[in-house]
């Protein structure tokens, strides 16, 4: 495996649900962020982890719940969601460098709440 | 923030050259500019970025002003892969990776 791999790729869950995405980075990456895209959106940045720390939470309802182990691995736990949270929900990582940190993103994982 | 300001869309004509506006009037000192494109289906993917040079390298060249308030993305022959969204995205000293994506250009090829 390479890159940066998001498992489910598809994922349909009622609002009573409890599911959680994850994200598995081969990179040797050190940060690790979730962000979220909606139909016609950009995407917005939800969550940072930098060296397995959380360092930025955008405002996030709490019914998102992220976590991370350790800094090849990324959740992102869901409950209780609502129909408007039916979305892409892509992960990155990258080497934190100050002003020219790339990042590398998985393919996502595409939500359906209903 | 600065901000970028892109076109919303964009036509091209396969295996002709491709520019790729963005203006950044805002831009300070220590901003660089990354450029990240989104095919259909996939999430983006890095290009190029740069801060005061012209950049380039095996997918494009990066083109700065001089007074670095815009930047043009060239595409030297467009392909049909090449049909994406496509972001300019200003990042700046001590955000490290934290981009703040826009509406960006999406670019169609047409054969």
């Known amino acids: 495996e390479t890159g940066v791999t998001q498992t489910p790729r598809h994922l349909v869950m009622g609002m009573t649900n409890k599911k959680s995405l994850k994200c598995e980075q081969h990179l040797g990456h050190n940060a690790m962020y979730w962000y979220k895209q909606s139909a016609k959106k950009p995407l917005e940045l939800m969550f940072v982890y930098s060296l397995e720390e959380r360092v930025e939470n955008n405002s996030v309802p709490s019914r998102f719940s992220p976590e991370c182990p350790n800094s090849s691995h990324l959740f992102l736990h869901l409950h209780t969601l609502q129909p408007e949270d039916s979305a892409l929900y892509l992960c990155?990582?990258?080497?934190?460098?100050?002003?020219?940190?790339?990042?590398?993103f998985g393919a996502g994982s595409r939500l359906t709440v209903l | 923030d600065a901000k970028t300001t892109q076109p919303n869309s964009m036509e091209s004509n396969e295996e002709e050259p491709v520019h790729l506006p963005c203006n950044h009037s805002?831009?300070?000192?220590?901003?660089?500019i990354h450029w990240y494109r989104q095919l259909p289906s996939q999430g983006p993917e890095y290009v190029i970025h740069?801060?005061?040079s012209n950049v380039n390298n095996r997918m494009a060249s990066l083109a700065i002003a001089e007074d670095r308030k815009s930047s043009t993305l060239i595409l030297h022959r467009a392909t049909l892969r090449d049909a994406a969204v496509y972001y300019c995205?200003?990042?700046?000293?001590?955000?490290?990776?934290?981009?703040?994506f826009g509406q960006g250009t999406e670019l169609s090829v047409k054969p």
């Open positions: 995205i200003l990042t700046w000293y001590n955000q490290g990776g934290k981009l703040i």
């Open positions: 740069g801060l005061t």
């Open positions: 805002t831009i300070s000192g220590t901003d660089y």
């Open positions: 990155a990582s990258s080497q934190e460098d100050a002003g020219e940190s790339v990042l590398t």
